[in-house]
Antibody, heavy 121, light 106 residues
């Protein structure tokens, strides 16, 4: 069974940092591009960042460029999102999502359950 | 950036009704469009990819059509379990979601 399990969310003060993790199982991780998508409370979905199967290519939404870093450890079947200088508007559920392959653009066929990040003093 | 606009924002229909949701892209995205269903407190679930391809395991009452800038998601016979929010997503250039359509059962 394909599974994505996020962790690392929590309550953080403005200006703080956090690292989210997404541990995957049930498929060959290195063969798939991966993304992070967030959803603010009561709001819609916002794509945040994407990384290729090898980790060599990364993309970011303009709203997070320079503050978020996506990475992956294929030996540990784990995807990461490092978030710096957190702002109130980063408060959201963060989902990791899987591409069916490693060919750039894709629809996300499997999603994790999400991890909540709350930025507040 | 490509913008995605869904309509309506909410709709209320009866069990058995045919329901259609529209999604418009700000520029052509060919057929690089997906539809997701999201229920409260849950992650989104892929229904349709490449505008009209049904994801494995998704009931056949769901269908998608369109290309270029105009797309539709149709539920042929609305069921109680279809109460959810539906999102379109373009993946022609990076990824962008529509604002969502909440479907309620009368």
């Amino acid at each position: 069974e394909v599974q994505l399990v996020e962790s690392g969310g929590g309550l953080v003060q403005p200006g703080g940092s956090l690292r989210l993790s997404c541990v995957v199982s049930g498929f060959t991780f290195s063969n798939c591009g991966m993304s992070w998508v967030r959803q603010a409370p009561g709001k819609g979905l916002e794509w945040v960042s994407d990384i290729s199967g090898s980790g060599a290519t990364t993309y970011y939404a303009d709203s997070v460029k320079g503050r978020f870093t996506i990475s992956r450890d294929n030996s540990r079947n784990t995807l990461y999102l490092q978030i710096y200088n957190l702002r109130a508007e980063d408060t959201a559920v963060y989902y990791c999502a899987k591409c069916p392959g490693d060919y750039g653009s894709c629809a996300f066929d499997i999603w994790g359950q999400g991890t909540m990040v709350t930025v507040s003093s | 950036d490509i913008q995605m606009t869904q309509s309506p924002s909410t709709l209320s229909a009866s069990v058995g009704d045919r329901v259609t949701i529209t999604c418009r892209a700000s520029q052509s995205i060919s057929s690089w469009l997906a539809w997701y269903q999201q229920k409260p407190g849950k992650a989104p679930n892929l229904l349709i990819y490449k505008a009209s391809s049904l994801e494995s395991g998704v009931p056949s009452r769901f269908s998608g059509s369109g290309s270029g800038t105009e797309f539709t998601l149709t539920i042929s016979s609305l069921q109680p379990d279809d109460s959810a929010t539906y999102y379109c997503q373009q993946y022609n250039s990076y990824w962008t979601f529509g604002q969502g359509t909440k479907v309620e059962i009368k």
